[in-house]
Each structure stands twice: as C-alpha cells, then as structure tokens.
C-alpha cells in the first residue's frame, strides 16, 4: 500500500486551509497514494496552542466536510481529515475518514485529552478501526499516542497494520530546531514513535503541521522501531511511502493477553 502523510503550514482561514488540503491531496494521488493522513485537528486549527483559530461554526463544519469528500473522490484517494467536531457535548477533536469514493467511513475522536486542552475540548469515548484496499488500520490522535500506547495497541489488537496518528508538536513562532531525527536531545516524540511501532509490531504514521519549530518531524516508523522516513524539520510537504502490510506481523499485539492483568486478591 502507498500511504501519503501530509504536513501543511498553519491555515490563515478555513479557505486556505482547504485549499491546502486540495494542494496536498493532489500530490499525494498523483504520487499513487491510496490513503493521505492530515494533522490534528487542521481545520479549523488546534486550540490552546499558538495559532490564531479562525471562526468556525456548524455551517463551516458541514461545508469542510463536503468539500473535502468531493475531492477524495476527484482524487481517488482515501482521506484521514484531523478536524475539530461539533457535537451537543462540546467540541471535539476528531479525525474523519473519507473512502477513495467521497464516502464518510466514520470518524475517531481523541479520547485522552491533554490537560492543556481541557478548557477547550471534551474527550470522545469510542474507538473505531477502519479498512482501505484490505488493509486494517487505526488513529490515535498526538497526546494519546505519546502518553497511552494503550490507544495504539487497541487498533494493533484487533489486525491494523498502520496506526496514524496526527499530533501537533512545537510552533510557528518560537524555539529549537531540531537537526537529526531521534536525537538523544531532542524532545522525547520521536522516541515514542519508535516505541508504538516496535511494541506492537506494525507502522506508526505520525502526521505533525508543517511548522517552523516542530519538536518532531512528520515520520513514518516500520514494524521494528526504524524511521523508514520523515519530512525535513519545519518545512510543509506530503511524505509518500510504500508499505508493506505482511512485515506488519502485529506480534506482539497478537501477543497481549488482558487476562493477566487480574488484581490479585488478598490473602
């Protein structure tokens, strides 16, 4: 499977950042990619963070939703769309997972929240694989890969062979450029990576914005902890790879046995 992880700057507005979305979905089909993931919540912007969040209401919600699943299927390509979710609760961070023919496959919100983030979202509470062209695979949205590898494994568990996992990881303003991928003294992100990928047995896809100080690049990491490759430090761009579903044996996910984890009782 050739799989797109596409890393656009931070939008000015929710134009331009569809029209990002369209810029990159264009260069992912046009590379053969049959699945292109987006950051965490892309549109309309990450709250708590600093990025000026334009307006965005139910009207604006159904509007991105149409778009984009017209141009999933303009491009034939399935779409993994990390946006912000109205809901009666409260806002949500969701990704939304579009078929190659402009259908929507369903949707995974973050359920583990940062505490950062309290103010502004609520956590969903179900998760949900999805399948494209055969192959199995599951979103854990940035904190909740980084802190509970539990919402990896429970996509690995059940037979996907790639978790996606769009995050949103440094700014656009301020602080250190990292230089050498997994480097002892950059943050501990990509360590992390390595770990979900090697853990489970499976590729780890994590999908950073194109900022200009990320604190982890925007990477695909194989089925035995390897970077198999990531986009320059703080540049935008689309990284297009082939994966192959069979060295995804998910072993140790196979491995993991519930069952043993019984409190013992006293006595």
Not at 118 to 138: L, S
Not at 238 to 252: C, M, N, Q, S, W
Request: proline residues 7%; glycine residues 8%.
């Amino acid at each position: 499977m050739i799989i797109a992880l596409a890393s656009p700057p931070v939008a000015s507005s929710v134009d331009d950042g569809l029209d990002n979305v369209r810029q990159s979905l264009s260069e992912a089909s046009a590379q053969g990619a049959e699945v292109v993931c987006f950051p965490e919540a892309y549109l309309p912007g990450l709250r708590g963070v600093d990025i000026e969040v334009p307006p965005y209401d139910e009207a604006q919600q159904e509007r991105v939703l149409r778009v984009v699943a017209e141009w999933a299927r303009t491009y034939k390509v399935a779409t993994i769309l990390g946006m912000e979710r109205l809901t009666s609760a409260g806002r949500q961070i969701a990704a939304v997972v579009f078929s190659a023919a402009g259908e929507v496959m369903g949707y995974q919100t973050k359920n583990q929240i940062a505490p950062s983030e309290d103010p502004f979202y609520v956590p969903g509470h179900t998760r949900q694989p999805f399948e494209v062209n055969g192959v199995k695979f599951g979103i854990a949205i940035c904190h909740e890969g980084w802190r509970y590898p539990e919402t990896v494994r429970w996509a690995a568990v059940r037979g996907a062979k790639i978790v996606f996992h769009p995050q949103h990881t440094g700014s656009d303003q301020t602080g250190p450029r990292l230089t050498e991928w997994g480097a002892a003294a950059n943050p501990y992100y990509e360590k992390a990576m390595m770990c979900r990928g090697l853990e489970n047995a499976i590729y780890f896809a994590s999908v950073n914005y194109g900022l200009r100080y990320q604190e982890s690049a925007t990477s695909l990491v194989g089925p035995t902890g390897e970077c198999v490759a990531h986009l320059p430090y703080g540049q935008a761009g689309v990284l297009v790879r082939a994966v192959d579903p069979a060295a995804a044996t998910g072993v140790y996910a196979k491995r993991y046995a519930p069952e043993r984890y019984q409190e013992a009782s006293e006595g």
